[in-house]
């Protein structure tokens, strides 16, 4: 799956609310090393940098384009392009962050225990992950590919995208841990001009393996029903906007 460092970074003020909570949460504040894995553009490892100045922080991510636009914003941060699912750095770290990356990884009953393997004593391991996979949004996606003429292509990319819910979280990695903190947080977006912000929005992340695989035509036909669908699901007020409800789960462990 590709990914635009640009189209992503359209929403950075919206996307960064969750960082700014999720960094607000670790309980420790002696860090000395600390990786942003899937850092993205390095908007997540900016934020880390500020909460921790003193620790050596390293950033990865599996996208090119993302260490290239991430290096260009950090120079002097240490970025390497690696994939989450394979990472063989052993550390270990005071600090591991993962936000909104790691529900673009599978297997999370053996990554959950590899990552907390990584981690110093008394290491802590942040998560965030949209929890939005029922959300007309995200619904909208799936009926959209079967409907279309692109349904068999697009009919093993839905199954694909499953999600494990926090009381999943709590039962897999509470005996691993020393402490273990786990909330869920619904986020109320205003979005300018109207459902085609949506759009917009999910183009940089979710929309991906639904349109990827799609040739130009077919990309844009898909698109123009999603936003159809959208306009329905989220009404557009007034002055041009539409409100969009983000549920996100978060995860912070300590050993
Ligand atoms: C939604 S962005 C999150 C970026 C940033 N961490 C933030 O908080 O805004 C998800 C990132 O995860 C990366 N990613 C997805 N699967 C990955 C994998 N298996 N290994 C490393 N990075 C991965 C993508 O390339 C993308 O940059």
Redesign the pocket.
């Known amino acids: ?1 590709s ?1 635009s ?1 640009e189209q ?1 970074s359209k929403f ?1 003020h919206e ?2 609310r ?2 700014r909570d999720l960094l607000f949460n670790i309980p420790i504040t002696k860090v000395n090393y600390a990786a ?10 900016e ?1 880390l940098r500020a909460k921790f100045p003193n620790a050596r922080i390293t950033g ?4 090119e ?2 260490i290239e636009a991430a290096r260009k914003r950090m120079p002097d941060v240490h970025f390497e392009v ?6 063989r750095d052993p550390g270990p770290y005071d600090v591991i ?9 599978s297997d999370h009953q053996t990554l959950f225990p590899a990552l907390i393997s990584k981690l110093a004593k008394g290491g802590c391991l942040a998560v ?1 992950m ?1 929890d939005n996979f029922d959300e007309p949004a995200h619904r909208l996606m799936r009926e959209t590919a079967a409907k279309g003429p692109w349904a068999t292509k697009l009919n093993q990319t839905s199954k694909r995208m499953t999600r494990e819910g926090a009381e999943w979280y709590y039962r897999s990695l509470r005996d691993k841990v020393a402490t273990l903190d786990i909330w869920r947080t619904v986020y109320h977006h205003p979005l300018q001009s109207g459902p085609a912000a949506i759009v917009e929005w999910f183009k ?2 979710g929309l991906r393996p639904f349109i990827d695989p799609l040739d130009d035509a077919e990309r844009k036909a898909f698109l123009a029903q999603y936003e159809e669908g959208t306009a329905k699901e989220y009404p557009q007020y007034a002055d041009g906007s539409v409100l969009l409800p983000f549920p996100r789960l978060f995860i912070v462990a300590t050993i």
């Open positions: 799956m990914w460092s992503y950075e996307r960064n969750p960082i942003d894995i899937g850092c993205g553009p390095g908007n997540s490892t934020l990865m991510d599996s996208s384009n993302m690696d994939d989450i699912s394979s990472w962050l993962a936000n909104a990356a790691l529900q673009w990884v965030q949209p940089g992340t």
